[in-house]
């Protein structure tokens, strides 16, 4: 009877472990630290247009918030234009490694402006434009016995200009300041950059193609609430990315495909098995867009849109994190709609735009991101 009692006892903590790994394995758990880990690297707002359609327009736009998409839409700016955005986005999925349930509610704002510099009446300004932004993102896990939140924010600047009457070209630079607290750690970045180049060509009246390449790079430093030593996380991303507009009498298509490497480099060897950033990881991404917009009034435009996201492969250096390695693809489904009143091309206040956009992702517990951008084009050349 004693040795049966042993025997239980020695074989519990093996339960125990076969318990963890099986969390560890959980599905929900590799996208929602996919995510979060993915959410360390500069990030590239939308606003609302651009989310109801897939994202399928980041690289064709021509405004403001090309500043921060693709720079090259700004040389096609014969206005100026000025956008602000409020958005609200959950990042669900299960906790490690105890499998609990977790939920990132963020809160967001942007503010983003372009000017023409030498600007012309009704056409392309000879100095091109410039483009301004700021981003804050405010993130707060719930259900989390570490109390971690997140806070983001960036300022941008870029300039595009036109080269030809059908392209331009663009380069912009965004800083990124962020910040992950939790209980038993801070993993913070005051020094991380993006870098973007970016062209768009318009084919006549109805077409348009967009491509644009960003190199960011920087650190993360993390350091323990315990007194264990820290370390500085070297990060590297690159990104590609393409896009295609096209217009008819009252219905737009857009498609779009991006790829980007996200690669972390710290030391692996003295990081706790229970915190998932620090060391050395990296990460592939791809996303396929597509988007249509039918403008049914002169004041009314509907959007819809989907994007696959291939998210694969996010890979720890740490054999203890073996298990959390995995892949975080799903689907996204959107919709939107925007309103707009025209004031007149002798106004210098062009036109007022409210777009609103949602998105459902097929990730998680299901997820759901919302934006509005209120946006104006103006004309400082009466």
Sequence with gaps: MTLKIVKRIAILPCLVVFGLDSSLADEKAHEFYFQ????????QAQDARMLALGGATTQ??????ATVTNPGGLGRMKYGDMSGSYGYNEVTGNRFPDGGKLKDKQNSGQLYGAIPINPVKDGLPDGGNLGLGWYGRYGNWAYDPDETDTSTYQMSAAYGKAISERLSIGYGLTYQNDD???APYEYSSTNSFLHTVGLQYRDGSDLTLGSS??????????DYTSGLQGQDVDQLSVTWA????????STTLAGGLDFAYLDNKGDTNSQPNLVVFGGSSHGYLMNLRAGIEERVEEWLA???GYRYAANFNWEYKRDSLDELDGSAKYNALSLGAGIRQDFGRDAVIQALRVDYGVEYRMVGDNDWQHLVTVSAPFDICL
Excluded: K, P
């Design 36 to 43: 979060q880990n993915q959410q360390r690297f500069v990030a």
């Design 180 to 182: 992950l607290n939790a």
């Design 60 to 65: 064709t736009t021509a405004s403001s918030v």
């Design 242 to 249: 393409g896009g295609v507009e096209y217009e008819m009498d």
């Design 213 to 222: 390449v960003s190199i960011g790079h920087g650190s993360h430093s993390l």
């Design 302 to 304: 509907v959007r819809a």
